[in-house]
């Protein structure tokens, strides 16, 4: 890889991973992404929800009240031409996936992305990022599954649809699954939001053992990877998100109504080189053998740090800290490719 390679990767930093405080506004957080010189974010729905109810000054403005909530995307959009930032995507759409026809569950499923197709083109965001159900009620047939997103990916074209692996989904987490689902389905604007935490969170490590690492990880692990590099299309690769994750000490608990990797993904992602575990390094390289040279987007979530009151730099702190650390990553990937 050259360095005019790493020149071509654009950098995108999601606004949820710049802090969960009510101080935390959206403005401030696109202000930060731009002043750290990032070309675009991750739109999270929660960001636009609160602005949504501060702009308007409806502090119960309802997730689903669509026309409000457009308005609200407008002004946004708005703001990203002045900071001239792209919208990479709109996120998180969850529990979308794997509902039997007639149900009331898949009904509200298409309701929704329907509301949220509007507030995308509000805003002038042209990709959506589905993350894979985590509801065990949900019908676990891979056809089935492909068969919804098709569907959504037809009601969303020209718009893109980027279907990341949650490491707790109830029946699609891990690449190889969100890769065969993709092929399934057939659409041109359906591919893939790869992440390193999901991948290498279920792949390699294990937040319920002392160790931090399920049995034989670093074979498991290898072993995926060049699995990944000969058998995925990197222009099916819609965007590339990457964090870190701590050894949790003592371990999580298996019990609990969220999943052990679901409650580690949301509060103990950091970026890399920060503290993490995880072999990240080794999941950039091989995204990068692929050939994939598109979209790397930061996505952490620290509960404790994130949820810290307002103060003066701190946001822009975080953007700017997220930038050396992709950008260190990139140039340590670079040595291995």
Same mark, same amino acid.
């Given at each position: 890889?050259? =360095?005019?390679?790493?020149?071509?990767? #654009? !950098?995108?930093?999601?606004?949820?991973?710049?802090?969960?405080?009510?101080?935390?506004?959206?403005?401030?957080?696109?202000?930060?992404?731009?002043?750290?010189?990032?070309?675009?974010?991750?739109?999270? @729905?929660?960001?636009?929800?609160?602005?949504?109810?501060?702009?308007? &000054?409806?502090?119960? !403005?309802? +997730?689903?009240?669509?026309?409000?909530?457009?308005?609200?995307?407008?002004?946004? /959009? &708005?703001?990203?031409?002045?900071?001239? !930032?792209?919208?990479?995507?709109? $996120?998180?759409?969850?529990? @979308?996936?794997?509902?039997?026809? /007639?149900?009331? =569950?898949?009904? #509200?499923?298409?309701?929704?992305? &329907?509301?949220?197709?509007?507030?995308?083109?509000?805003?002038?965001?042209?990709?959506? $990022?589905?993350?894979? *159900?985590?509801?065990?009620?949900?019908?676990?047939?891979?056809? +089935?599954?492909?068969?919804?997103?098709?569907?959504?990916?037809?009601?969303?074209?020209?718009?893109?649809?980027?279907?990341? *692996?949650?490491?707790?989904?109830?029946?699609?987490?891990?690449?190889?699954?969100?890769?065969?689902?993709?092929?399934?389905?057939?659409?041109?604007?359906?591919?893939?939001?790869?992440?390193?935490? $999901?991948?290498?969170?279920?792949?390699?490590?294990?937040?319920?053992?002392?160790?931090?690492?399920?049995? *034989?990880?670093?074979?498991?692990?290898?072993?995926?990877?060049?699995?990944?590099?000969?058998?995925?299309?990197?222009? #099916?690769?819609? @965007?590339?998100?990457?964090?870190?994750?701590?050894?949790?000490?003592?371990?999580?608990?298996?019990?609990?109504?969220?999943?052990?990797?679901?409650?580690?993904?949301?509060?103990?992602?950091?970026?890399?080189?920060?503290?993490?575990?995880?072999?990240?390094?080794?999941?950039?390289?091989?995204?990068? &053998?692929?050939?994939?040279?598109?979209?790397?987007?930061?996505?952490?979530?620290?509960?404790?740090?994130?949820?810290? +009151?307002?103060? *003066?730099?701190?946001?822009?702190?975080?953007?700017?800290?997220?930038?050396?650390?992709?950008?260190?990553?990139?140039?340590?990937?670079? =040595?291995?490719?």
């Amino acid at each position: 890889m050259s =360095k005019s390679d790493l020149s071509s990767i #654009k !950098l995108s930093y999601a606004t949820p991973s710049l802090g969960m405080h009510p101080t935390h506004t959206l403005p401030l957080k696109l202000s930060a992404i731009s002043t750290a010189g990032y070309q675009g974010f991750e739109l999270g @729905f929660d960001d636009l929800l609160s602005f949504a109810r501060q702009y308007l &000054r409806i502090s119960d !403005l309802a +997730e689903d009240d669509y026309d409000n909530l457009c308005t609200a995307a407008g002004e946004v /959009g &708005r703001l990203c031409d002045e900071l001239e !930032l792209e919208v990479l995507v709109f $996120q998180p759409f969850s529990n @979308f996936e794997g509902y039997a026809e /007639g149900t009331e =569950k898949r009904k #509200k499923a298409f309701d929704k992305a &329907r509301g949220w197709m509007r507030i995308m083109d509000a805003v002038g965001c042209e990709m959506l $990022q589905v993350g894979s *159900n985590d509801d065990p009620s949900s019908i676990s047939s891979f056809p +089935e599954i492909a068969r919804d997103l098709a569907a959504l990916a037809d009601l969303y074209h020209p718009r893109r649809i980027a279907y990341e *692996n949650w490491a707790w989904g109830a029946h699609v987490n891990t690449w190889t699954h969100i890769n065969e689902v993709i092929k399934l389905a057939d659409r041109p604007n359906l591919g893939l939001c790869l992440d390193t935490f $999901q991948t290498a969170s279920l792949e390699w490590g294990d937040p319920c053992v002392p160790s931090g690492k399920i049995e *034989n990880a670093d074979e498991i692990y290898k072993a995926s990877l060049k699995k990944l590099e000969k058998e995925v299309d990197p222009e #099916k690769i819609f @965007f590339f998100q990457i964090s870190d994750a701590y050894h949790i000490v003592p371990p999580l608990e298996r019990e609990g109504e969220t999943p052990p990797r679901g409650r580690w993904s949301h509060a103990s992602r950091p970026l890399p080189y920060h503290g993490g575990y995880l072999p990240v390094l080794d999941m950039v390289k091989a995204v990068l &053998r692929t050939g994939f040279r598109g979209w790397f987007s930061v996505e952490v979530f620290l509960e404790e740090e994130h949820s810290k +009151e307002l103060k *003066n730099g701190l946001l822009d702190d975080w953007a700017k800290e997220g930038m050396k650390s992709v950008k260190r990553l990139l140039e340590d990937a670079e =040595k291995g490719i």
